[in-house]
Nanobody
Framework: QVQLVESGGGLVQAGGSLRLSCAASGRTFSSYAMGWFRQAPGKEREFVAAISWSGSSTAYRGSVKGRFTISRDNAKNTVYLQMNSLKPEDTAIYYC????????????????????WGQGTQVTVSS
């Protein structure tokens, strides 16, 4: 059974930083591309960042480029999202996701490409 467990969310002032973690179990973590998505109240889930299964390629939505960094530690079965210079509009529940197919390349920005999701972690940025 595949499980993804996010952590690291919280309340932070604008301009601050947070690092989200997503611990994976139940499948060979290093074989799968991973992604981070977020959903704000009243809005649809949107792509934030993704990383290929090899870790050699990454992708970001435009509004977070230069502020957020996705990375992975295959030895720890964990993917991270370092978030700097946070803004109130970054407030959302953040979800990590694991791609549906091993060794599929990536990164992928479409939620439909992912088959497993975590429960989410709340990030709140105050102004």
């Amino acid at each position: 059974q595949v499980q993804l467990v996010e952590s690291g969310g919280g309340l932070v002032q604008a301009g601050g930083s947070l690092r989200l973690s997503c611990a994976a179990s139940g499948r060979t973590f290093s074989s799968y591309a991973m992604g981070w998505f977020r959903q704000a109240p009243g809005k649809e889930r949107e792509f934030v960042a993704a990383i290929s299964w090899s870790g050699s390629s990454t992708a970001y939505r435009g509004s977070v480029k230069g502020r957020f960094t996705i990375s992975r530690d295959n030895a720890k079965n964990t993917v991270y999202l370092q978030m700097n210079s946070l803004k109130p509009e970054d407030t959302a529940i953040y979800y990590c996701a694991s791609h549906r197919q091993a060794y599929s390349g990536g990164p992928y920005s479409s939620a439909g490409d992912y088959s497993y999701w975590g429960q989410g972690t709340q990030v709140t940025v105050s102004s």
